[in-house]
């Protein structure tokens, strides 16, 4: 947070599952995935929006493509927000992927089945380190 507020820009590689890091159950394509909350918790702790950028190779070269800012709903609660949010930047990583499939790569399974509790859906938002004991 401190070298966004200093640069101003932060690139984040967004649409990984990091065990180690919070994440939430969120639509992606057709049913929900594991998607880290990391980005709607800086846009929330910045006040900044976020900037999709995609990276598209065309022949020799590549093309960016900057997207229209996708701004944290204020008018929701914390969590509300985050998830919508977040929802809203795995619509655009489905679009671009739709446009370009043979671009994108996933090594892990993305579309696991999500816990049927609520409880273990907000156990997921935790850390990895909250969530498992450390043994001494």
């Given amino acids: 947070l401190g070298g966004l507020r200093h640069v101003g ?19 992606s394509f057709v049913r929900p995935a594991l998607t880290m909350t990391a980005p709607a918790a800086l846009a929330r702790a910045s006040g900044l929006p976020l900037v999709p950028v995609s990276c598209v190779a065309r022949g020799a070269g590549y093309e960016l493509r900057v997207e229209e800012p996708l701004e944290l709903a204020r008018d929701r609660d914390r ?56 043994s001494s």
């Fill in 9 to 27: 820009v932060l690139g984040l590689l967004c649409d990984l599952e990091v065990i180690r890091l919070s994440l939430a159950w969120v639509p």
């Fill in 79 to 134: 969590r509300a927000a985050e998830d919508d949010l977040l929802a809203r930047l795995n619509a655009t990583y489905a679009r671009w992927i739709r446009a370009h499939p043979e671009q994108w790569v996933w090594y892990r399974p993305r579309w696991s089945a999500p816990p049927a509790s609520e409880a273990e859906r907000d156990a997921a938002r935790a850390p990895l380190s909250a969530r498992t004991p450390r």
